[in-house]
């Protein structure tokens, strides 16, 4: 079935029951979504014939869900599943991406607080090749990550996204591929995009989660097999200066998983071997889980 608007990669949708190929139009003007933000989403990756973690991602969007006031509608169970039957309809030769979402159609109070019995469920699947692990660059930015008294930070809301993008764009116009974006005190919180470690003197160190940013399901997952290797990671705040003076800085995220950072500021940096190491047993780990 088809019902799309603008063309995009190969893309799957499941919405109301049936799936959908293409860029579905599944909001309107007045959906409150579309109006007021009201959106939660997860992601997870396929790969290589796995998708690590999916269990976890799947069970995080419906307690992002809960945190943003709507009522999820499917298990983390039925969200794995019905992934695993839309995967079967692309050729297993590139990457997808896999984004269950929730919405709420319609408003409560004045229109503002959404009504959660309007929550609406899509999972949407669609070609994303992994990015190159070479590394990439990062530059402070000016603008900062929200605090949980003025941002629903503790779930994976859309309506996050337009400041990170906002980092990303001015950190572009100065020449970088990424954002460091600090927290309401000044100590890094993460990149625009992911989480963020660095090491110094063969110490792994990442910024503590005080409820400005995710603690990542890949950085868990990461901090999880380094510390099995015999790395462990010390969460603890982390200042510019310290990321400035490291000895190696990696990121993690699901879109791109573990990627070193090869410059932040005016200092270049060489992808090291602890940052290695940990692409290396997070891709043996994904291999070694089951396919589905």
């Not at 408003?107 to 994303?128: H, I, K, N, Q, W």
């Not at 510390?227 to 200042?239: A, I, P, Q, V, W």
Request: charge should be neutral; proline fraction near 6%.
């Amino acid at each position: 079935m088809t019902l799309a608007t603008a063309a995009q990669s190969a893309t799957w949708t499941f919405v109301d029951g049936d799936w959908y190929e293409g860029n579905v139009a599944i909001l309107g003007p007045r959906s409150h979504a579309m109006w007021l933000g009201t959106s939660v989403f997860d992601g997870a990756r396929w790969f290589e014939g796995v998708a690590p973690d999916l269990d976890r991602h799947a069970a995080r969007v419906n307690a992002s869900a809960i945190a943003l006031g709507l009522k999820p509608s499917m298990s983390t169970e039925k969200i794995v599943g019905l992934t695993w039957d839309g995967l079967k309809k692309f050729d297993g030769k590139t990457a997808v991406y896999i984004r269950p979402m929730y919405w709420a159609e319609h408003g409560g109070y004045m229109g503002v607080p959404a009504d959660p019995a309007s929550t609406r469920f899509c999972l949407c699947l669609y070609e994303s090749p992994m990015i190159s692990p070479a590394g990439f660059s990062v530059t402070v930015s000016p603008f900062r990550r929200p605090t949980i008294e003025t941002m629903p930070t503790n779930a994976k809301a859309g309506c996050l996204y337009p400041n990170n993008g906002r980092a990303i764009l001015e950190a572009k116009m100065r020449g970088f591929d990424n954002a460091l974006v600090l927290d309401m005190l000044g100590n890094v919180a993460e990149t625009g995009t992911s989480n963020i470690f660095l090491v110094k003197d063969g110490h792994v160190l990442t910024p503590a989660p005080n409820g400005t940013f995710l603690s990542g399901i890949t950085r868990s997952r990461t901090m999880t097999l380094l510390g099995e290797y015999g790395f462990k990671t010390t969460e603890k705040t982390l200042s510019v200066r310290d990321f400035l003076e490291a000895d190696e800085i990696f990121s993690t995220g699901n879109h791109s998983k573990v990627v070193p950072v090869t410059r932040i500021e005016d200092r270049n940096l060489q992808p090291g071997p602890v940052a290695k190491k940990a692409r290396e047993l997070y891709w043996d780990w994904a291999h070694s889980t089951s396919a589905g």
